[in-house]
Structure formats: structure tokens, C-alpha cells
């Protein structure tokens, strides 16, 4: 893990934090010391899909954690201002919160959470409070783009708000949301 390319600096939230802190969220800055377990956790995410590959566990768990290197250091180079943040839920973590700022669109690059914690609430919470930062901010719009296989997901994304914004590589559903200016 020593080798993957830090985090940037983390910078102060965007936006007040009462809406996650109400539900003992938060979301302390990703180092590098949580960098296994953010691989973990990603590694957790994908393993079902390599269930009748015919590899044995460790060579899974290689080609996963290969994988997620290859996001981090893709992550990490692309949004070089980027949020990265985990999530916590009473002090544990239970998921990572990944966002851009830096420009009249917002991005949410990536939002996972610990099977055991999805449905409870947390995605809803945590995509509420970046959509209320953005429009604070006075962001023109939210995007972020979703698998094509995770229908939770869009249907989540469709409930707050989120309109189809076209095909991003045949694989991802690209969605933006736009605050309402009054």
C-alpha cells in the first residue's frame, strides 16, 4: 500500500455538518493509513463478481487489490483537488466519500459503503449533504455517473433528484442534479 500516491491535503468541509452529525456520521480526511482498509473494503464490493472465476482466494484478492491501486492512483491524479473522505459511523468506518469541488460542477467521484451498513440510510444522508454543499456554494450542477448493473443505486440517485445525463464508456450511467435557484 506504501506505493500508491497519497491523498491530497484535505481542506475544510464545504458545507455545516449537522444533518450527518444528527445520524453519528462524519467524515474525517482519508490518509494513507487507511489505505488498507479502503482496499478492504473495495476488495469486499467486488468479490461476488469474481465467484466462478477459477482462481484460487489469494490470487482474487491480488487481482482486487490491483484493481483498486489502479483506481486510487486514478482517483487521486485526476481530481488532484479532490475530498477524500471516509466515512464513519459512531467512530467506525463503514465507507468512503469521494468528491470534486473546484468548479461550477461538482463531482461525487465515488461513494461506497460496508455491505452490512447499505440500505440503512447513510448513501441518502451523505448525497443530501453534498447536494445541500453544492447548492450553498453555488454550484451549477452535481454529477456523478453510477454502474449500469446497480439499479439501487440509480433509483437512489433518481429519489433525490437525479436525471439521466447519457452513456459514460457502455458501462456507467452518467446522472446530474441541478439545485433549484430561487
Excluded at 445520524?23 to 464490493?45: Q, R
Aim: net charge positive; aromatic share 10%.
Amino acid at each position: 500500500m506504501s506505493r500508491l500516491p497519497p491523498f491530497p491535503p484535505a481542506r475544510p468541509l464545504p458545507a455545516q455538518l449537522e444533518p450527518l452529525t444528527s445520524k453519528c456520521l462524519a467524515l474525517p480526511p482519508a490518509g494513507t493509513g487507511e489505505l488498507p482498509w479502503l482496499s478492504d473494503l473495495y476488495a469486499a464490493s467486488r468479490l461476488a463478481e469474481l465467484f466462478f472465476a477459477p482462481w484460487p482466494p489469494a490470487q482474487k484478492r491480488a487481482f482486487l487489490d490491483a484493481q483498486f491501486a489502479l483506481q486510487h492512483a486514478h482517483f487521486v491524479k485526476t481530481h488532484r483537488k479532490g475530498d477524500f473522505r471516509l466515512v464513519t459511523l459512531g467512530g467506525r468506518p463503514v465507507g468512503r466519500l469521494y468528491f470534486n469541488r473546484t468548479g461550477p460542477e461538482w463531482v461525487l467521484i465515488d461513494i461506497l459503503l460496508a455491505a452490512e451498513t447499505q440500505g440503512g440510510g447513510i448513501g441518502t444522508a451523505l448525497v443530501q449533504w453534498l447536494q445541500q454543499a453544492a447548492a450553498e456554494a453555488g454550484a451549477d450542477r452535481l454529477r456523478l455517473s453510477v454502474a449500469h448493473e446497480n439499479p439501487r443505486a440509480q433509483a437512489l440517485y433518481r429519489r433525490l433528484g437525479f436525471e439521466d445525463a447519457g452513456d459514460v464508456a457502455g458501462t456507467h450511467l452518467s446522472m446530474l442534479w441541478r439545485p433549484i435557484r430561487r
